[in-house]
């Protein structure tokens, strides 16, 4: 009995022992993922490995992300895990390049290649999204590598790559500031290629430091570009449409005012005076291009626009009743009571449509607009409805007075006729002929 006793003793403190090993042992070290053959180049020694592994991790502005505040962009990348990308980049002769620019080029994430020519890139891409990546230095032709041959779904693994000469590739750097001369950091700098042959296309995002500095890494000297900066919400966005790149690029100076923002009360009215309750619209500032704000008027057809630019504004509705304001200016003297008015009434129009024959013509697109001015400000109401098997369609919410009605159906010709509205509810009836448009 004692020697079963110590017997199970002894199993029970082996099996304790093996428990505590694997629950205390450290962690196994990461090893990078091979590359497919045909995607690897030269390898870096193991020591620079080791140590590019144990750097600490970069920062969100080392690795280009800048939070500027769009809630869309950050969705975008929701669910997405983690992506580390590291290796080296040499010359045709093996010679390592030092400050070359890796982005990912379309969720804006960047690091450089240091003295050795290692790079590490730590990347949030969404689920299921391989990276494509950019490798860009001036004097070289421009790598992208994002085929499912040279990428891999797998969070972390090696990439070293061989940039070829190109003479004709230069750095174009720049600042952007504000007009008295301070540096705007985290702007969104943008060049694209106007050119039409492929081996001339280009696209690249980078981000202003803190000093408001920026370096566009592998332009083609003697092309053509589109330069924007945008993601500035206290400045309106610029551009240059055609920006010639010499060969000796000069350095490029932006400077972008300081938008005045104002708190901006308001009411939705109908053409008789009728507030207009719990209406919504989309704003869009067109002077500062990126102040985008959706509104909704209260139970008395008051709305509150607070901290808004300054400038010429739009404003739409969404689905398939659509009201547009366009020519509108927001001014300093001019933004504490601002009425607008829309289209909108408590008529009913009703109608059929149907062939020479009387027989009812289904899915016709029947479309009902009505425009007026107001000065230097337009407004357009606008809805749309297919007409259902029976040929029948209805419009509610329509004022008093005239609106154009036309009506398309595959195999007829277009139809269009002016309709005044005289009544609360009217009905009418539209007979389509047969043939072309």
Do not use: C
Not at 44 to 54: D, F, G, N, T, V
Not at 207 to 219: A, K, P, S, Y
Not at 269 to 297: M, Q
């Amino acid at each position: 009995m004692t020697i079963k006793r110590f017997t199970i003793s002894i199993g029970i403190a082996a099996l304790a022992t093996l428990w505590l090993y694997f629950v205390f042992q450290p962690h196994a070290k990461r090893e990078p993922l091979p590359l497919p053959a045909s995607a690897r180049q030269d390898p870096a020694p193991s020591e620079a490995r080791e140590s590019i592994l144990q750097n600490q991790l970069p920062t969100a502005e080392e690795s280009g992300k800048v939070d500027s505040g769009d809630s869309n962009a950050v969705a975008s990348r929701d669910s997405g895990g983690l992506i580390e990308i590291f290796g080296r980049v040499v010359d045709a002769n093996g010679r390592p390049l030092e400050n070359v620019l890796v982005n990912e080029e379309r969720y804006f994430f960047s690091t450089r290649s240091d003295a050795q020519g290692y790079y590490r890139l730590l990347l949030d891409l969404p689920r299921h999204r391989l990276p494509v990546l950019q490798f860009l230095r001036s004097g070289y032709e421009r790598m992208r590598i994002g085929d499912r041959a040279q990428m891999q779904m797998a969070p972390i693994y090696e990439l070293n790559v061989t940039l070829v000469g190109k003479a004709d590739s230069v750095s174009l750097a720049g600042w952007v500031g504000n007009d008295i001369g301070i540096g705007i950091a985290g702007a969104s700098v943008e060049l694209t290629s106007l050119e039409t042959a492929p081996e001339n296309d280009y696209s690249l995002t980078v981000f202003t430091d803190d000093r408001g500095d920026f370096v566009l890494e592998g332009v083609g000297a003697g092309l053509r570009y589109r330069l924007s900066v945008d993601k500035t919400p206290d400045y309106p966005d610029y551009e240059i449409p055609e920006l010639l790149v010499d060969a000796e690029p000069q350095r490029l100076n932006i400077r972008l005012p300081l938008l005045q923002f104002v708190e901006v009360d308001g009411m939705i009215l109908n053409r008789d005076a009728v507030p207009v309750p719990n209406f919504a619209f989309e704003i869009s500032n067109i002077t500062t291009g990126n102040h985008n704000r959706r509104v909704v008027s209260d139970s008395s057809g008051f709305f509150t626009l607070a901290n808004y630019p300054l400038g010429e504004v739009s404003l739409t509705t969404r689905g398939n009743d659509i009201y547009r304001i366009n020519g509108l200016r927001l001014t300093a003297s001019e933004h504490r009571n601002l009425k607008l008015t829309i289209d909108r009434g408590f008529n009913i129009l009703t109608g059929w449509v149907t062939d020479q024959s009387g027989l009812p013509v289904a899915k016709a697109l029947v479309t009902i607009e009505r425009s007026f001015d107001d000065g230097a400000v337009e407004h357009l109401h606008y809805r749309s409805q297919a007409s259902d098997a029976s040929g029948w369609f209805s419009a509610e919410n329509l004022g008093s007075g005239e609106y154009r009605i036309t009506v398309y159906a595959q195999g007829y010709r277009k139809h269009e006729l002016v309709h005044r509205m005289s009544s609360q509810y009217e009905e009418i009836q539209i007979r389509l002929q047969a043939g072309g448009p």
